[in-house]
Structure formats: C-alpha cells, structure tokens
C-alpha cells in the first residue's frame, strides 16, 4: 500500500479511536503532503519518497519543539510534541545507530580518500546521499568530524 494511502486510512482509525495524539500527527502529515503538492513549481505529484523526506522534517520540527518548551519550563508542551514525534517516527525507515553510521562513514571516507578536516566537504556530498533518511545530517557531520579530526 502507497504511504499516502496509509496514512489516509490511519486518520480514520485514530479517528475511530479518539486517539488525538496520533489524528494530530498524522494529519500534519497529510497537511505537508497537500501543501507539497499544490506548492508553487510543483509537479502534484508525490513520490513515496517525498513523503518520508517531509515527515522526517516534522519529525525534527516536533523534537526542536520540544527542546524549546522544556526550555521555557513547559514540560505538558514538551511531552504531546515528543509523543507525536513518535508517531510519526513510525512512518520512517528504522535510523541507524551512531556505531552503524560510524562503519558506513568509514568506507566512505577510504573510497573517497578523505584524510584531513578540510575533505569534510567530500566526504558529507557522498554521506548525506547515501544514509539519507537513515541518519539525521547533524549525527553524520558529528562522526565525520570526529573521524577526520
């Protein structure tokens, strides 16, 4: 079933379910897509790819969110962004762990001959490519730091 798809038909289930944490989520979701596709230069059409780039990008909005309520002392706030957050984690491929971005920055750093600080830039054209969507870019550009470092 096309991600679209799935997400129209999980609207109705969190619907049926008075899930409101889950219907908010998720018509965010179905929000961004609407917007993507009638955005000016846009071609209405959405591939399932698209539509995981954009909920990654929600994704990080709920959590900087987050990070901004629990800074200004409103935990309540902070929690129902964390929590929707999660839900939405659900529609993205499964993140790598910091050891398995580690290994993949490794070859990527011997096939492109990256040795010195100053090839980071080589190195995260290939990077942010090849582990998009299985890393965030900060996590990617903090190991390669480390790395060439």
Do not use: C, F, H, W
Not at 53 to 64: G, H, M, N, S, Y
């Amino acid at each position: 079933m096309a991600l679209e798809q799935q997400i129209q038909k999980d609207i109705m289930t969190a619907m049926k379910a008075k899930d409101q944490v889950r219907l908010n989520a998720v018509r965010s979701i179905k929000s961004a897509i609407l917007l993507a596709r009638t955005a000016e230069g846009a071609s209405g059409e959405l591939t399932d790819g698209d539509i995981v780039k954009l909920i990654q990008k929600l994704a990080k909005q709920r959590k900087e969110a987050a990070e901004q309520y629990v800074a200004a002392g409103r935990q309540e706030l902070a929690d129902n962004e964390l929590a929707e957050a999660e839900v939405l984690a659900a529609y993205l491929p499964k993140q790598l762990t910091p050891e398995e971005v580690e290994a993949k920055l490794k070859e990527i750093i011997a096939e492109v001959g990256a040795s010195a600080p100053s090839d980071m830039g080589k190195v995260m054209g290939v990077a942010t490519k090849r582990l998009a969507g299985l890393a965030d870019g900060k996590t990617i550009s903090g190991i390669v730091r480390k790395l060439l470092g």
